[in-house]
């Protein structure tokens, strides 16, 4: 038989500076949102460059089967990430293109699958979450180019805020305390 497996309970410490500060970063990310999605775009730059030399370096080391695709894969990720690196901006308005018509298709595609689920339960939640995500396609491709600093460094510092706050909210209990009643 298979073991059972018994979840240590996190640091509460740890865990509540690890909620503290994504939180904090969050608030701050939406203070700056511009200033979040350069930060990503350079963070993903620099990712990208080193990843792309590792496998480049991986593959022309070991020579195995497939090494010259492996070597121009990694040559790829080396060169996006020197542009990226270059400027960071125009990563992010690709980013912002790529989540306004993933935010369109998925949209159409809950509508579509809520109108093949009526009358069951839930249709109504899929077709609100379609319609929502439709909402939000034409939010970000209306603004585009424009507005996709804004976009991405807002949806950055709604998800860190989140993150943060399901840290905090996920804290243990304190443990009492030697002696204690």
């Known amino acids: 038989m298979g073991q059972v497996r018994v979840m240590r309970a996190p640091n509460r410490g740890w865990m509540m500076v690890a909620g503290a500060c994504q939180l904090a970063a969050g608030l701050v990310f939406l203070w ?4 979040a999605a350069m ?6 730059g620099a990712t990208l460059l080193v990843v792309g ?14 090494w010259g695709w492996a070597v121009v894969r990694g040559a790829v990720a080396v060169l996006t990430g020197v542009l990226l690196l270059a400027d960071p901006i125009a990563g992010v308005v690709g980013l912002a293109l790529a989540m306004g018509v993933y935010f369109a298709a998925s949209g159409a595609a809950r509508l579509a699958l809520a109108v093949t689920w009526r009358p069951a339960a839930g249709w109504g939640a899929m077709a609100a979450s379609g319609v929502l995500g439709l909402v939000l396609a034409v939010a970000v491709l209306a603004g585009w180019p424009a507005t996709s600093l804004a976009v991405v460094g807002t949806l950055l510092g709604v998800e860190a805020c989140m993150d943060g706050v399901a840290h905090l909210a996920a ?11």
């Open 32 to 35: 700056a949102p511009a200033l």
């Open 53 to 66: 030399g590792v496998i480049a370096a991986s593959a022309v080391a070991g020579r195995g089967m497939g």
């Open 39 to 44: 930060a990503a775009g350079t963070v993903v």
């Open 171 to 181: 804290l243990p209990a304190p443990r009492p305390q030697a002696g204690a009643r």
